[in-house]
Nanobody
């Protein structure tokens, strides 16, 4: 399984960006796709996740500003980020967690840098 993320860049405060992450390979339908981020000097944190059924979960810091979605046919997850703030600056990593009978496995994309600055 491989994940390819895209869509990061430099944006001014209040602006928007859309991240995409496509998963390739064969894997079970029982999975969750999500986005994590890691700012300099901080631990990686969950931003948002979404199940195959479309149930989404968000960090409190992004609720109302970010929207996660997925296209199961394309094995792709998206993160629409609006009203961006300087504190959203981080490397964003997409994640695929596959649940199997014996446990869960995590797969990570390469990370894409989001910089929010004027």
């Amino acid at each position: 399984v491989q994940l390819q993320a895209s869509g990061g860049g430099l944006v001014q405060p209040g602006g928007s960006l859309r991240l995409s992450c496509a998963a390739s390979g064969t894997f079970f339908a029982n999975n969750v796709m999500g986005w994590y981020r890691q700012a300099p000097g901080k631990q990686r944190e969950l931003v948002a996740s979404i199940t195959t059924g479309g149930s989404a979960n968000y960090a409190d810091s992004v609720k109302g500003r970010f929207t996660i979605s997925r296209d199961n046919a394309k094995n792709t997850v998206y993160l629409q980020m609006n009203s961006l703030k300087p504190e959203d600056t981080a490397v964003y990593y997409c994640n695929l967690r596959i649940y199997r009978s014996y446990g869960a496995s995590d797969y990570w994309g390469q990370g894409t840098l989001v910089t929010v600055s004027s």
